[in-house]
């Protein structure tokens, strides 16, 4: 039984399109979150959710959108995708924010082409 | 903010030697330091992880050392193998909603 899985594990897509991708964690987790590892696996916080309400936003640009639906639920829609948004995305979880280990979801490699 | 630095980026290491991985932080209100093991193609795995108020931590071969005052803090892993080859990752956590990342250390384990 997946702790955190994410859907799709591949996205490929045109430059200028719009894509989501979803998450959802069965821990019983309060706090979710986005990261953005590069080519070089540099690890970069986006976006940080507690009970729904969104605590970080990592200066990201407004192109992406979190919604969390429910505290188990943190999805991330992407408008007008750019060649540099290819990444692994990975969401993940934790029981509250305060520095518990992430459980972190398999990851969504995104290329845009 | 939080500053994560790590070193080396790349450690290679014959199978049975120990290896050593260090980072430090820039925020002294740091209080929560997780280590992560990524395998090529795989997720971040939580492996080890010390708090503030604790020097040291073992759990088999895997050991990480805590030094407040210096804002250092170092994974140990003894008697490597080869399937410990991966990226591993420190993190610090000030208690809040963010935890900040080193870059990594690609481990390679020659048999």
């Known amino acids: 039984d997946t702790a955190v899985s994410q859907t799709p594990k591949y996205l490929v897509t045109q430059m200028g399109n719009d894509k989501s991708i979803k998450c959802e964690q069965n821990?019983?987790?309060?706090?979710m979150y986005w990261y953005k590892q590069d080519s070089k696996k540099f690890l970069k916080i986006m976006f940080s959710y507690n009970n729904k309400e969104l605590i970080i936003n990592e200066t990201v640009p407004n192109r992406f959108s979190p919604k969390s639906p429910d505290k188990a639920h943190l999805n991330l829609h992407i408008n007008s995708l750019e060649l540099g948004d290819s990444a692994v995305y990975f969401c993940a979880s934790s029981p509250l924010g305060t520095g518990y280990g992430y459980t972190f979801g398999s990851g969504t490699r995104l290329t845009v082409v | 903010g939080e500053n994560v630095e790590q070193h080396p980026s790349t450690l290679s290491v014959q199978e049975g030697d120990s290896a050593v991985i260090k980072c430090t932080y820039s925020?002294?209100?740091?209080?929560?330091f997780p280590w992560y093991k990524q395998e090529l193609g795989k997720r971040p795995q939580l492996i080890i992880d010390i708090r503030s108020n604790v020097g040291e931590k073992k759990d088999q071969r895997i050991a990480v050392t805590l030094n407040k005052t210096a804002k250092h803090f170092s994974l140990h892993i003894t008697e490597t193998q080869p399937e410990d080859s991966a990226v591993y990752f420190c993190a610090a956590n000030t208690g809040g909603f963010k935890t900040i990342f080193g870059a990594g250390t690609r481990l390679f384990v020659k048999a």
């Open positions: 925020d002294s209100a740091s209080n929560y």
């Open positions: 821990l019983g987790h309060d706090t």
